[in-house]
Each structure stands twice: as C-alpha cells, then as structure tokens.
C-alpha cells in the first residue's frame, strides 16, 4: 500500500482492515486506492461558532440527528463538540456556556485528498465514529463516518458490477470466409445461483436466431450450461467465454482457482465433491464434466490444484465435407 | 397428450403458460438432479420435479423441454415466475407426489 | 406386497437385500433427500439417481425399506456396506425414475396399464 511508508506499524493482530490482508477481493483493494475521502465525506455540513452555547448544539444535534457537531467559524475548524461533551457539560451544569469552552479540541483529522483506505486505517486506530475533514489550506471541507463509507463502496461496487456487466463482449459478423462468427464472454461468480444458467440460456436462445439444426443447439446449450453451473459451483468465479468461428462453436470456461486435485477423477461418471448444500439444490450429482465430454466433439480439460482450471469443449456445427 | 392435458391430469395450477400449452408431451422426466435432466436426449420432454428453483427452469429451456411440473405442491419462489416468464416455459405445480404424478400422467395416456 | 415379489415384478437387480419379506407400500420418486426426509411415506421405496451413503440415512430415518438406484448408477463401497449394516435393500435399474416409478405402479395395481 502506497501510504505504508508514512504510518507507524501496526500490530498484526489488528490487521483485520479492508486493504490489510491479501484475501480481500481485488476490485475492493482497487476501489479503497481510488477513491479519495473527499468522494465519500459528506460536505453538507452543519457548524456552530465557538461563542454558540452547548445547548444550542446539543438542540442542533438533536433536530440533524447528528452524533456529533464541528465548531467552525470561516472554514477554519477549532474543535468539534460530540454527545460526551454534551453529556459531561449536563452533569457539570456548564449546558448554558459556549461551545468554545467546552468542545473537544485534541482533533485528529483527514486530509480531503487522502485515499479511502488511509480513512479505513484512521478509523482501525483511533475508534473514532467520525473524523472532520480539511483541504490543503486547512479549511473544514466535511466529515467522514463509517456509513459514508459503506454507502460510497456499496454505490461503487454496483457501478463497477454493471461495467463488468457490460464489458461482457459481444461481437458478431462474419469470418471473412462467409460463415458464422460470434463472440460472447460471461463473468459467472462463486454460488451466485441466481443468476447461474442465465449464460446457457441466452446462448441457446442467440443459437435459435440464427436457426442451427436443433440437435448441435442442445449440444452446445447442455455443455455452456454444465459449465457455467461448475464455474459457479467449484470455482471461485470465473468467465465462460464462446465462440463460433470456421463452423465450429468453442467454449471455454476458465477460472482462477482452486484447480481439481485429481483431473481424470472428476471426470468419472458419479465423481462428485459437492457438498449436501449443493446438492440439495439439483447439481453436484457428478455428472457435470462426463456430460460436456459426451456432448463435445473435442473435449480438453487443464488444471493444476492451486491454480485454475479451464475447460474446452468444441462443437463441430457444419460438416467437415460442406 | 398436450400439456394442458397432463395439467389436468395431474389437478396442477398452471403459474405461467409460456410456450408449452398446445405442445405434446413426448418423454416424461421425473427427477430432480438437472445434470441427470441434462443428460437425457429426447424431445418434447415434461419434467417433473420436487426442486423448486429458477435453474429447474434454466435447465428445462437448454433441452427444449414443454414444461416443468413441480410437485408435492411445493410454494414456488416467485422469482421461478419471472424466469418462467422470461424463457416462455410452461410451469405449473401439482400437490401429487412425483410417483403419484408418474403413475397418473402414464395412465392417462395408456388407459387400459 | 413383499419386497421380494416386487423385485421380481420389476425385474430390479438385487444387490443387497436383506429382508427379502418386508412389506412394501409404494414408491417416493425423489433425488433431494431433504424432500424425501420430509414426504418419503413410512414403507415405500426410494427411487433415487443418490447413490450415496447419505440416501441410507435418510432411508432408516423415514423407515423406508429399499433403495431403486435408477440409470444404473453404481453402488459405491461405503453405500453398501452402510445399506447392510442399516438393514436397506439396494436395487438396481437400467430404467430412469419416471419408468421406475411406473413398474411399481404396475405391480402394485393402480391403474397402470401397457
């Protein structure tokens, strides 16, 4: 991490923060890097002066349903005033005196141009609920809580999720020799069974358009289908991607881990590692491999425990003598 | 047999018509393993089935099937509708068991 | 009917068959053993593609008495050694579960005709 140089270490039993260990998902690491705490912070704030009483913030605090209220007067920040001060200026009936007198103003606070994962960090170390945040010149620019936080990375995750969505490629013409040419590539992801299938069905259905002899549609439609399930079952996520090209169809199901221990095993009729959990929910019956190499004119299959796997299997859709 | 026959047959509620009312029912599947539907090569195949999940219909739509009969009259997740929907698939439910649905549906279409 | 008679009557491979004079009430078409857990009758037998150990739990748990293995599916070791020392008869068919079924039905005399 870019900013590891400039902080003190820090105890290995809290490296528990997103971005601390190496099984986060990347595109989280990429999106902590990327966003600055200014993309996050919430920057409608609301301030007091340091001569506004402690019961005028505490009723602010009450009508924003606000937790805690910085003390500002012309963008320069002098302390923030939080429900503890509140709450000791009520027992030690200092309520009616100024916020400047009684505001915390041993502040930590985050520079507007920080990276989001320098704020995470903040926020391991200092338990803090929230930190104000300054530009360069030292302005009060906002503030930054954990629900900023999870609502930025949840707003993110889902742009991200419909860039990948739509990087889903999709091209289709001609070979140049006047026949078939199609490409299409899926993301499939690790238990998503709700979405499982849905690659095989929109192959079936292009297949259908373009009016192949029916038999070679279920072919490759029941091989892209056992597929996609293994990708979402087995791997911890990976692309189906398929091709028709020279009269023959081509997919391949690759993924990045964890790789079959045992390739000539799995593919046995009944080889099965599911657990009961899959099972119950119609798949890991281990018939899933066997049933692409039997719908498969050619049928390849590499993998290496640790590693990936990817599985080919090809489909011959025009006869070799036309 | 039409599928809206062996929906009578099988006294099922039809959630979504789709494609299959009018086809015939050719081969009958009862099972609820979709690699083992998967495997099957025949046409104009019926499933029956206690699985009650969208893949049942995915599953359905690769190998052409007419239609998917749950049975044991298992709720259905509403999502099955949609996808249903989606893949113009013949779905209804039957409150028969799979073997009672078996019996019925092959004694409908071989009286004797 | 007997176990025994109905094994004859659908020309099921007999495997194991420890009581060969159970009494046998119908059939359950099933291949989720949580469905069966949940609906398998008392007496019928269980017509599964499972060709698990787990399949002979659930069969002495519901008390049914046999195993159909359908598509021929072969009886892994542990299955069998957990059927006999759990009293589960293991069948064999070539056929699938929906003609499996139909045999039963035949034999039992409900209405099944050619």
């Given at each position: 991490m870019s900013t590891s140089d400039s902080q003190p270490p820090i105890a290995s039993e809290e490296r528990t923060t997103l971005g601390e260990t190496d099984n986060d998902p990347i595109v989280l690491l990429e999106l902590i890097q990327r966003l600055k705490v200014r993309d996050v912070m919430t920057s409608n704030l609301v301030t007091v002066p340091r001569d506004a009483t402690m019961q005028q913030a505490q009723e602010l605090m009450r009508q924003k349903k606000i937790s805690s209220v910085p003390v500002e007067e012309k963008g320069r920040l002098f302390g923030l005033v939080s429900i503890d001060d509140i709450i000791r200026a009520l027992v030690a009936g200092t309520i009616h005196e100024s916020c400047g007198r009684h505001?915390?103003?041993?502040?930590?606070?985050?520079?507007?141009?920080?990276?989001?994962?320098?704020?995470?960090?903040?926020?391991?170390?200092?338990?803090?609920?929230?930190?104000?945040?300054?530009?360069r010149d030292r302005q009060l620019v906002g503030i930054i809580c954990h629900r900023d936080i999870n609502r930025a990375l949840l707003v993110e995750l889902t742009q991200e999720l419909h860039r990948l969505e739509g990087a889903s490629l999709q091209k289709d013409g001609d070979d140049g020799s006047g026949s078939l040419y199609l490409l299409r590539e899926f993301p499939i992801c690790k238990y998503d069974f709700e979405n499982a299938g849905k690659a095989a069905n929109q192959i079936k259905q292009v297949l259908q358009e373009k009016k192949l002899p029916p038999k070679i549609i279920r072919r490759i439609a029941v091989a892209a289908y056992e597929l996609e399930i293994n990708l979402c079952v087995h791997s911890d996520g990976g692309v189906l991607s398929w091709q028709i090209s020279n009269g023959r169809s081509e997919i391949v199901a690759r993924d990045a881990g964890p790789g079959i221990e045992d390739v000539e095993w799995a593919c046995r009729d009944g080889a099965s590692t599911a657990n009961e959990w899959i099972r119950s929910l119609g798949f890991g019956a281990g018939m899933g491999l066997v049933n692409v190499r039997r719908v498969s004119d050619e049928f390849d299959i590499k993998s290496k425990k640790g590693s990936g796997t990817t599985v080919k299997s090809i489909i011959y859709i025009e006869d070799k003598a036309s | 047999?039409?599928?809206?026959?062996?929906?009578?047959?099988?006294?099922?509620?039809?959630?979504?018509?789709?494609?299959?009312?009018?086809?015939?029912?050719?081969?009958v599947m009862a099972s609820d393993l979709m690699s083992d539907v998967l495997l099957v090569d025949e046409e104009d195949m019926l499933l029956l089935t206690s699985l009650a999940s969208d893949q049942v219909l995915r599953t359905a739509q690769i190998v052409g099937a007419v239609g998917v009969v749950v049975v044991n009259g298992?709720?259905?997740?509403?999502?099955?509708?949609?996808?249903?929907?989606?893949?113009?698939?013949?779905?209804?439910?039957?409150r028969l068991s799979k073997y009672d649905a078996c019996v019925a549906v092959h004694t409908a279409r071989h009286p004797l | 009917m007997t176990l025994n008679a109905l094994i004859v009557a659908c020309g099921w491979e007999p495997a194991l068959v420890p009581d060969p004079e159970v009494e046998v009430s119908g059939a359950y078409v099933s291949d989720l053993l949580s469905d069966v857990m949940a609906h398998c009758p008392d007496?019928?037998?269980?017509?599964?593609?499972?060709?698990?150990?787990n399949s002979v739990a659930v069969c002495t748990l519901v008390g049914a008495p046999a195993i159909v293995l359908v598509h021929n599916r072969e009886i892994p070791e542990e299955m069998q050694a957990a059927a006999s020392r759990e009293g589960v008869a293991l069948l064999r068919t070539t056929d699938d579960q929906f003609h499996a079924a139909l045999r039963v039905g035949k034999a039992l005399g409900i209405g099944v005709g050619e």
């Open positions: 505001m915390t103003t041993k502040l930590v606070v985050l520079e507007d141009d920080m990276p989001l994962s320098f704020a995470l960090r903040y926020f391991d170390r200092y338990h803090y609920g929230r930190f104000p945040v300054i530009n | 047999m039409t599928m809206s026959k062996v929906a009578e047959v099988l006294q099922a509620e039809v959630l979504v018509k789709g494609d299959g009312m009018s086809r015939r029912v050719g081969h298992k709720p259905l997740p509403s999502s099955m509708v949609n996808v249903a929907n989606d893949l113009g698939m013949t779905l209804a439910t039957s | 007496g019928a037998v269980l017509i599964t593609v499972q060709n698990h150990t």
